[in-house]
Structures are given as structure tokens and as C-alpha cells.
């Protein structure tokens, strides 16, 4: 097939993209090398594919909606995984218009062009964090989730309900992945196991808030790219069950489904962070501080619905996908220092 991968130069995206090559895809990748971290770790994920001959790279915004209908009927994808948007939620308080064009307007033109172009089917990145205050622990999709608790959750919801609309109106099959806390080589450094290894490494003291009592659902890249790239392949249906006087969110009477990806196995924080020490080789300095605004305390994932309809199985232990992440960290930016910590 050929695919088109928005934010190919993002850490999710980038992996999903290596993994369709890998399988013999063909791959456009998009990306508007938002400066929001570190460009050059964009670039360097990008220098992995374009030596493959089956990938084409556009620079492209997704609010510039010309670029990306000339580029769609160009190149006439068959399948689109949309993995562009604004990340982040603590940005999302002091930037909230970032978050309406990039996952917002910019959602709506690639709707617009999956419309006008007859696309199989749309899978896209929701998150967690639609679940907000929502107390029921797993986070199922078959709850409702309307109590947001950042701008940035509120723009995922958005765009299920935009998905949906469009399913519809229009029978586009559309698929929404609610990501859960992914982590792996490559990773976002506004993340927290980017941020304890870099501050770790440094001597310098992470900070917990909440007290560290967070727990997070952490689940390796690789699990959740074959995940999406699972989904991709099974395009979303109707569901002949669903009913209106008793509506099931995860489905509807549409070619539309939400599924939760992530490890169904949260992790304390503060035992995530033992691990971390046990890798490196070196003790983290910890200072512990109260919950920030739009965070929540614990996520956990109920994958059922993944598990039975595209056998979704995560496998990578913590331990593990820790050290393929610290590994790959040292290799990146050469930090000799602790290489014998990791044979």
C-alpha cells in the first residue's frame, strides 16, 4: 500500500513509518518540523528513512490545507495514519492557539482531504488524556469522557467527535487511538524518561510532582507501532449492534472506532524511576512537589477491544524497553561515561 504518516518526523511517527517500509509499503511522510523540542533530533530520526526509495518526505503544515490537497492528489495514498499535532500538556496552558491549529485546523484539512479523495481508511492519534477527571480505573473506551482537564485533552476529544462527523456524513472509516504513555529510542525530550536519564546523567534533581505518586500506563514504542500499523490494516466498520437509546462510544452505527493502545500494566512512577537508576548505574537527586494543573494522577488502559479484534499483545517488559531506550540515549549523544553500565 501506499500510506501517508503525518508527523513522520515526530518519535510515534517515525517509528510507525521504519515499520511500513520494514513490510514493503510504500511511505509519504509529512512533517512541519514544529519547533516545540529539539529540530535536529527530527532531522536524525528522518535521516533513518530517506534512504529507503519507497519514502518521500514533504515538508508540509497541516494548516496550509493548498500543500496538502496538491500533495494528496499527487501521490493518491491509499491509507492515512495521522500522527501530526501540537503535543504536550503543560504547553497547552501557556500556548492554547498552537493547540488549535495543529490539532484542530489542522486535523479538519486532512478530514477534508480523506473526503475529497476517497481515502480506505483514516487512523488517527487521540490520547489519554481525554479521560481527564474521569475516576473508573481501566480507562475504557466504552466510558464517556467529558470532563477534560487541559486544553490539549480537549482538542483529542475534538477530534473523535470531528471523526465521527465525518464517518457519518461521508462513510470515511476512521480509527482513533488513544495513546498511552509511549516511550523507546527516539523519544520526545519533553517526556519524562527523557527528561530523569538527561538530569540523571547531569546530576542535576528531577522533579516529581504530585510526590511522585504518579502512576502511567508506560508501554514501549515498538509494541504501540505494531499496534497502529495492526489497525491500519483492519478498516473500521459499522458496528449492527450499536443503539441510539443506549450509545456505545467506542463504536456507532458509522465506520468509526476508538480503541485505547497501551500496555494494560501501569507502572509507579517512582518504581519506573528505580529501574531508570538500576540502568544507568546512578542515583537520581529527587525533589518532590505538588500536582501541577492539567495533570492526572494515574492512567491504565483497557486494551480488550484491541486485543480482540486485531490480537494487540504489548510484551516488552519495563526493564527492557528502558534499557533499549538508555542505550540508544548513550549512542545519541555519546555519552561514553556510562557505556559499561549497559553491556
Not at 516545540?36 to 527530527?42: I, P, S, V
Request: proline share 6%; charged share 20%.
Amino acid at each position: 500500500m501506499r500510506i501517508l504518516v503525518t508527523g513522520a518526523a515526530g518519535f510515534i511517527g517515525a517509528h510507525t513509518a521504519k515499520a511500513l517500509l520494514a513490510r514493503g509499503d510504500e511511505v509519504v511522510g509529512i512533517d512541519n518540523f514544529n519547533p516545540y523540542y529539539d529540530l535536529a533530533l527530527k532531522r536524525a530520526r528522518l535521516d533513518e528513512l530517506e534512504n529507503n526509495p519507497r519514502f518521500e518526505f514533504q515538508s508540509i503544515d497541516l494548516v496550509e490545507k493548498k500543500s496538502l490537497n496538491d500533495l494528496y492528489t499527487r501521490v493518491k495514498p491509499d491509507r492515512i495514519i495521522h500522527l501530526a499535532a501540537q503535543p504536550g500538556v503543560r504547553y497547552s496552558l501557556e500556548n492554547p492557539q498552537a493547540y488549535i491549529d495543529a490539532n484542530i485546523t489542522g486535523f479538519l484539512n486532512v478530514l477534508e482531504c480523506a473526503r475529497d479523495h476517497g481515502t480506505e481508511h483514516l487512523v488517527y492519534a487521540s490520547s489519554s488524556s481525554v479521560y481527564g477527571a474521569h475516576a473508573n480505573m481501566p480507562y475504557s473506551v466504552h466510558h464517556s469522557v467529558d470532563h477534560a482537564v487541559s486544553l490539549y485533552a480537549a482538542t483529542k476529544k475534538s477530534n473523535e467527535l470531528m471523526a465521527h462527523t465525518y464517518a457519518h456524513l461521508f462513510r470515511i472509516p476512521c480509527t482513533g487511538l488513544r495513546f498511552f504513555t509511549v516511550y523507546g529510542p527516539w523519544g520526545r525530550p519533553d517526556m519524562a524518561p527523557f527528561i530523569f536519564t538527561r538530569k540523571i546523567i547531569a546530576g542535576e534533581e528531577i522533579q516529581l510532582f504530585n510526590h511522585g505518586q504518579h502512576s502511567r500506563d508506560f508501554t514501549y514504542v515498538d509494541d504501540i507501532v505494531e499496534g497502529v500499523i495492526r489497525v491500519t490494516d483492519r478498516i473500521a466498520t459499522a458496528n449492527p449492534d450499536w443503539d441510539a437509546a443506549n450509545p456505545d462510544p467506542a463504536t456507532s452505527n458509522a465506520p468509526y472506532r476508538v480503541y485505547n493502545i497501551g500496555s494494560n500494566n501501569p507502572t509507579p512512577l517512582l518504581r519506573f524511576i528505580d529501574v531508570l537508576e538500576n540502568t544507568l548505574g546512578m542515583e537520581a537527586k529527587r525533589t518532590l512537589l505538588p500536582m501541577q494543573p492539567g495533570d492526572v494522577e494515574h492512567t491504565y488502559a483497557d486494551v480488550d477491544d484491541l486485543i480482540r479484534d486485531v490480537g494487540y499483545q504489548p510484551t516488552t517488559k519495563i526493564e527492557d524497553g528502558v534499557a533499549e531506550f538508555v542505550r540508544w540515549y548513550k549512542d545519541y549523544y555519546n555519552h561514553t561515561d556510562i557505556a559499561h553500565n549497559l553491556n
